[in-house]
């Protein structure tokens, strides 16, 4: 029985630093503070200009941040912060024809993210975190744009927490 109820309590206190998402929340950080990331895609040859890609893409990390930890959104004085600049969103073709016509072309977006753990600065990096979404060359970004966005939004914030929070 003993050995019951110290399973029990091993498992309750150590969920408060565990998730079953992955992430490994830093001991004693309880408020996660993501500033906007500013699009700054523009300044990159070859690269455009998105309105509004800079807010969406905000959203995307503090909500992907709240669906897979415990910690709670703060605009001021974060244990753990997140900040960065859009450097990347480009259209390339990627395939031709035999006509000498894109068949493919490829949204792509990189994000250089800058993280801060006020309680463990050993934790802090800087890094760029990119991906791409390719479609068919005859459509255009418009009626793809939505669909492309998840992509690019779901797997360069799952990089992202796994290089911050899961440490695998």
């Not at 830093?26 to 408020?31: I, K, Q, V």
């Not at 895609?41 to 941040?65: K, Y």
């Not at 006509?99 to 600065?121: G, I, K």
Request: net charge negative.
């Amino acid at each position: 029985m003993r050995n019951v109820v110290f399973l029990m309590l091993l498992l309750c206190t150590s969920c408060k630093y565990y998730s079953f998402t992955g992430a490994s929340i830093p001991e004693g950080a309880e408020t996660v503070q993501v500033n906007f990331f500013v699009n700054d895609a523009a300044n990159e040859i070859g690269s455009v200009f998105e309105p509004g890609l800079d807010r969406d893409f905000t959203n995307a990390i503090q909500e992907m941040l709240l669906n897979q930890t415990n910690l709670q959104l703060t605009s001021v004085n974060g244990h753990l912060i997140y900040e960065g600049e859009i450097v990347e969103y480009r259209i390339s073709p990627m395939t031709a024809t035999a006509n000498e016509t894109a068949a493919q072309n490829r949204l792509s977006m990189a994000v250089n993210v800058r993280y801060f753990n006020t309680l463990n600065a050993d934790d802090d990096f800087e890094k760029r975190f990119s991906f791409f979404y390719d479609y068919e060359a005859l459509l255009q970004i418009q009626a793809v744009q939505a669909d492309a966005h998840e992509v690019l939004f779901e797997r360069i914030t799952q990089d992202i927490f796994n290089e911050s929070l899961a440490k695998w």
